[in-house]
């Protein structure tokens, strides 16, 4: 298994909440900074896919996996020729607050070269944005 690189946020706002934005692909661009948009086919369920366009032009064809409804999903990607990213996306009660961690694994190939590079410099985003979505399932 490869290392997951990530970090996690705690919300005052209950799991389903947060579930219900993060289930919601478009919501995405309203509180993730490296989402345009999010063209998906099929809904939010297992093995479903569609096209993630970033802010620099970029367009990732992913696919939707392990989706288990109101606690986590992942998503596959290959941004980099050899490698498969892993994004693992997980929701979990911790007390009174709601934890919400996302991380990444870089895989494939190139994963075991790349992994230790790649991993970090992806995953560096991952506060600004999971705090974004904290702070809208607190609003709603």
């Avoid at 705690?10 to 989402?35: G, H, L, R």
């Avoid at 939707?64 to 020729?81: E, H, I, N, W, Y």
Wanted: hydrophobic share 35%; with cysteine; glycine share 12%.
């Amino acid at each position: 298994m490869a290392r997951e690189y990530g970090t996690s946020v705690e919300s005052t706002a209950p799991p389903d909440k947060v579930w219900k934005i993060w289930s919601d692909m478009s919501t995405w661009v309203q509180w993730n900074p490296n989402v345009t948009s999010m063209d998906w086919q099929g809904g939010f369920a297992e093995g479903t896919t569609g096209v993630m366009n970033t802010p620099a032009g970029q367009h990732h064809k992913m696919q939707l996996v392990d989706v288990k409804p109101g606690r986590s999903f992942a998503l596959l990607t290959s941004v980099v020729p050899g490698t498969r990213f892993r994004f693992n996306c997980r929701i979990s009660p911790d007390g009174a607050k709601t934890k919400i961690e996302q991380t990444v694994e870089v895989g494939g190939f190139l994963g075991p070269v790349m992994g230790g590079m790649l991993g970090p410099q992806v995953s560096k985003e991952f506060g600004t944005l999971l705090s974004n979505l904290a702070r809208k399932a607190e609003a709603s």
